[in-house]
């Protein structure tokens, strides 16, 4: 559902307002959803994504925080890409 949302304001966006920047938000309470999520955003042309930490740990540390963030941007972010962390 939020696959095809993205999907259709990004499409409005660049048919109808293509000098608008668009930043989405990104983040689930699943790492592979995030990827997933992050990874059509930029493919559909979105300027920045806003992830949310893993809100679902009650007690991560810093390393974990980072492990998680290292993976989304590893495997969703172009080099060019823009991430805003949101905690």
């Known amino acids: 559902q939020r696959l095809g949302f993205m999907y259709d304001i990004l499409r409005y966006r660049q048919d109808k307002q293509p000098d608008m920047k668009m930043m989405i938000g990104t983040g689930c309470p699943n790492l592979e959803e995030t990827i997933t999520l992050t990874r059509a955003a ?11 930490p ?21 495997h969703a972010v172009p080099s060019n890409g823009r ?3 949101y905690h």
């Open 42 to 52: 930029f493919d559909w042309g979105a300027d920045a994504v806003l992830t949310l």
């Open 54 to 74: 893993p809100f679902y740990f009650k007690s991560l540390n810093d390393q974990g925080l980072y492990q998680y963030y290292a993976e989304v941007i590893r």
């Open 83 to 85: 991430v805003y962390l």
